[in-house]
């Protein structure tokens, strides 16, 4: 089958999160609460992080600023100074290119598709990504970058396939979609659109319906899907 578009997920599809990286960036925003007084655990405070970016997916908030805020909100950290999220802000732009780091051959894989396809980057992701995709270097090979915060669903849900495809303005029929998760081919699928799994993640089956979905063509890294298409 001929394909005239290629949508794509991000994490752990073209790009994994690296542990010490993001342990880092963990630490170093922990360090700037402490100074301004929060002194719960660096579990707990890891817990509602982590909660907090992924509620953030999900277009909870609008921007950096609000995230930060609720977020020192739940913290208990009222009436914050705009000194702390100032701060806070910096640091995530320090870190925002060593938390996320591209599998080997993704570039490349991109560059060959480009040349082929319509591109779209398809992702669940926290709010403010869209500078982190700018600073990696990887917004320039997509003709369109649909993020889930902006669109303010998740996937499988079938909107955010929907505003891609009409970003690219091409069918379903005429698009394969791209991830590492079982969960996000359900969805493509449902909307009418081939399937590619790359097995190269850890979240395979996390959230999926179906254990046992079989997509349409697979692979174990994001390099060799070129060869497939």
């Known amino acids: 089958m001929t394909f005239k578009g290629v949508l794509i997920d991000f994490g752990d599809t073209l790009a994994f999160i690296d542990e010490d990286g993001n342990r880092k960036y963990t630490e170093a925003i922990l360090s700037v609460l402490r100074k301004f007084g929060y002194q719960g655990s660096s579990d707990g405070f890891a817990v509602d992080f982590d909660e907090a970016i992924r509620n ?9 600023h609000e995230f930060w805020n609720l ?4 913290l208990g950290i009222h009436n914050a100074p705009a000194a702390l999220t100032r701060e ?9 290119t060593t938390v996320f780091r591209p599998y080997d051959g993704a570039f490349q894989v991109l560059a060959d598709l480009q040349v082929q396809y319509k591109l779209a980057l398809v992702s669940n992701c926290a709010v403010g990504t869209s500078d982190v ?5 990887l917004t320039g090979y997509f003709d369109c970058v649909t993020l889930s915060y902006q669109v303010g669903v998740r996937k499988p849900d079938r909107l955010i396939y929907l505003k891609a495809l009409e970003c690219l303005q091409l069918e379903p029929h005429d698009c394969i979609f791209v991830a590492d ?5 359900e969805g493509a ?15 395979t089956f996390t959230e ?3 254990r046992d979905f079989e997509a349409d063509f697979q692979c174990n890294r994001i390099s060799e899907i070129a060869q497939l298409l």
């Open 56 to 64: 953030s997916t999900k277009g909870e908030v609008k921007n950096l």
């Open 71 to 74: 977020l020192l909100e739940n």
């Open 88 to 96: 806070l802000e910096t640091i995530r732009s320090r870190y925002s």
């Open 133 to 137: 995709l700018e600073d990696l270097g």
């Open 181 to 185: 998760e079982i969960s996000d081919l």
């Open 189 to 203: 699928r449902d909307v009418g659109m081939r399937t590619l799994l790359v097995r190269q993640g850890v979240h």
């Open 208 to 210: 999926a319906k179906n």
